[in-house]
């Protein structure tokens, strides 16, 4: 069976309502992404940051996956698919996709501050929510200037693609925006966005529009 590769941003999930980052010039649901997204942001304001992400967990159990996310999961049929994604939202996983790997954490978990004790977590949190060791809880996110826990498994799962799918990501941010440069010479490429990043190389199709008809346009291709 062969192997697609899927490398996702927050471009698979604007149809479905949630916002992506760079579209709005650099605001991410209106906040400073460094306000928010930072180590530091959460130092000097936790508060702000807590909820924040409050804002987001609320937002993301209105919302519902889009037709991108179902026909990314329907390849499980004829594929063995490994999604790769820099969304925090779980909205591959509803869609029925059963092999995510979370580059940049969930917001459906969390940990104890200095821990990689992962519970999931989709109420509220705030100040003094604390672990039985006493350690604020924080969101399970990877916030920029942290560690990509996950980036080892990735570059090993692209190493074995034989199809790569980019879809809905601005290619902006390391390690992620790298992952590309790993399948193996020659691998055929789709990647979607309706205003892609230039990726030089020959075997990419750049198929310029919104996620959810791109994927038509990807099976279409696959089928043929
Ligand atoms: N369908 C497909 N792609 C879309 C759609 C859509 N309906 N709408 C927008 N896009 C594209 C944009 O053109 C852009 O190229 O999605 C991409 C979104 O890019 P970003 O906002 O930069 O999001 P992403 O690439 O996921 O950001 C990576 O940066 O802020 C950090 O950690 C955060 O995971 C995030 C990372």
Redesign the pocket.
């Known amino acids: 069976m062969k192997h697609i590769v899927v490398l996702s941003?927050?471009?698979?999930s604007?149809?479905s309502g949630l916002k992506?980052?760079?579209?709005a010039d650099g605001l991410?649901e209106g906040h400073d992404?460094m306000e928010v997204?930072t180590p530091e942001g959460f130092a000097k304001n936790p508060e702000l940051v807590l909820n924040f992400y409050n804002e987001r967990r609320k937002q993301l159990l209105e919302v519902k996956p889009n037709s991108a996310h179902y026909d990314l999961a329907a390849l499980e049929k004829d594929y063995k698919v490994t999604i790769i994604t820099?969304?925090v939202d779980d909205l591959h996983e509803r869609a029925g996709s059963t092999n995510v790997i979370h580059l940049?954490g969930e917001l459906l978990k969390a940990r104890p501050v200095n821990s990689n004790n992962i519970i999931l977590w989709n109420t509220d949190m705030k100040l003094g929510d604390v672990d039985e060791k006493g350690r604020q809880i924080r969101p399970h996110i990877v916030w920029f200037g942290e560690a990509v826990p996950m980036i080892d498994l990735a570059v090993d799962v692209c190493k074995t693609a034989d199809i790569l799918i980019i879809?809905?990501?601005?290619?902006?941010?390391y390690p992620?925006a790298g992952l590309k440069d790993y399948v193996k010479k020659g691998t055929p490429i789709f990647y979607?966005?309706?205003?892609p990043?230039d990726i030089h190389d020959k075997h990419v199709k750049t198929i310029k529009e919104?996620?959810s008809s791109?994927m038509k346009t990807v099976i279409k291709d696959l089928t043929s």
Do not use: C, L, Y
């Open positions: 941003g927050a471009g698979v604007a149809e992506t980052f760079r579209d991410w992404v997204a820099q969304n940049h879809i809905g990501t601005s290619m902006q941010v992620a979607i966005d309706p205003n990043a919104k996620a791109g």
